[in-house]
Each structure stands twice: as C-alpha cells, then as structure tokens.
C-alpha cells in the first residue's frame, strides 16, 4: 500500500529554519511527480514546490523561491523541504502528494489537486 509520511515539523521562532522529510513507501519513488504543499488556517492549500521525478525538473512558487528548497534522496525514496529565514506566516500543515502522472504543470498550478497519494501532514508553527 502507498503510503507518504512527513515529519520535521514542529515550533520555531521567526528566522530559524526547519527541514521536513516525506518518506514514500508502497510505490516506485522515481516514477511520481511529487510535491510540497501547505495550508494555513483558513487558507487554502498552496503549492510550494513540485518535481517531476522522470526529469528532475523542480518547480517553485515564485513568492516562495528562495526561502524553501526542495531536494531528494532517491535511494531512501525521501523527500526533503529545507526552509530558512522562517516567517509567521509560514506557519501552516506541510503535506507532499504524489501522483504516477507525469502532469507536472497542472498538480504546480492547483496545489495538487487529484493526487493520489497525500501524506497526514506535519505542522509548523513560527512564533514572532
């Protein structure tokens, strides 16, 4: 069974960094497009980041790029977010998704919407 578990989560205060992890399981990792996505209170869903694992190609939101980086380790078919300079307003669930097709553009432009697979979620709070 397929299955995506985050974790990194946790408080931190405005500046610091954090890096999650989105381990896969259940399912050939090189195959998927696969994303970041969060959602804060209220809000709802946004995309982060998505890679298309075929290429490599990763893509990034523009209001985001610079503070987050996606990245991956293959082998332990783990996904990684790094973000620095921590904001309050990043404060929110951090879920990855993944999906066999290869509709990169499409899972970047919804916040992933229709991916098969979807990950609990791991929160993060920056406290100002």
């Known amino acids: 069974e397929a299955e995506l578990v985050e974790s990194g989560g946790g408080l931190v205060q405005a500046g610091g960094s954090l890096r999650l992890s989105c381990e896969a399981s259940g399912f050939f990792f090189g195959d998927y497009t696969i994303g970041w996505f969060r959602q804060a209170p209220g809000k709802v869903r946004e995309t982060i980041s998505v890679?298309?694992?075929?290429?490599?190609?990763?893509y990034y939101s523009d209001s985001l790029k610079g503070r987050f980086t996606m990245s991956t380790d293959n082998a332990k078919s783990t996904l990684y977010l790094q973000i620095n300079s921590l904001k309050s307003e990043d404060t929110a669930v951090y879920y990855c998704?993944?999906?066999?097709?290869?509709?990169?553009?499409?899972?970047?432009?919804?916040?992933?919407?229709?991916?098969?697979?979807w990950g609990k979620g791991t929160l993060v709070i920056v406290s100002s």
């Open positions: 890679i298309s694992m075929s290429d490599g190609t990763i």
């Open positions: 998704g993944a999906d066999d097709e290869a509709d990169t553009t499409f899972y970047f432009s919804t916040g992933g919407y229709g991916m098969d697979y």
